[in-house]
């Protein structure tokens, strides 16, 4: 008789349910260590949830695209927006030093954005509030209509 093969009274070598022996084992991870495992953990912490949370609020219509971010913790120097290859990108970079040099926070963002259809690249505009909110705005060219001039 092989030993490996033989019948582990503590611990079952081959249950219906595969993953039992380690979940139950003291070295597997506990569910409070890993949220993703855990769904309504994970609800409850919203470590891992989808968002921007810059964004304050995009709208895209008729009219053309509209982009609010909360930038409240840049300087205006700290923030760039770029027109390029139909995206408009905005970036963002901060950082902070410490009196004596030995400890530095840096901060940074990027977004990305497609250009509207009918917007042209020269008609992006934005504009920064005093308290921190970039409004980015592309309008669409309205397509010109032509005009006949009858002469009598």
Known sequence: QNP?????????VATSEPL????????FPRKWMMPALDPKLG???????????????MKEDEQGLEVSLDTSHYRPDELHVHV????????????DRSKDGTKSVTRMFQRKYSLPEDARPEDV?????SDGVLVIKALKS??????IHEKK
């Open 84 to 95: 390029k290859d139909g995206f408009i990108t905005i970036d963002g970079k901060h950082e």
């Open 142 to 147: 309205s397509p010109q209509k032509e005009v």
């Open 125 to 129: 505009t934005s504009n920064l509030s």
């Open 20 to 27: 039992t022996k380690y979940e139950q084992g003291w070295m």
């Open 43 to 57: 609800r409850e912490l919203r470590l891992f949830s989808e968002g921007d949370h810059d964004l304050i609020r």
């Open 4 to 12: 490996m093969l033989s019948v582990d009274t503590e611990m079952p």
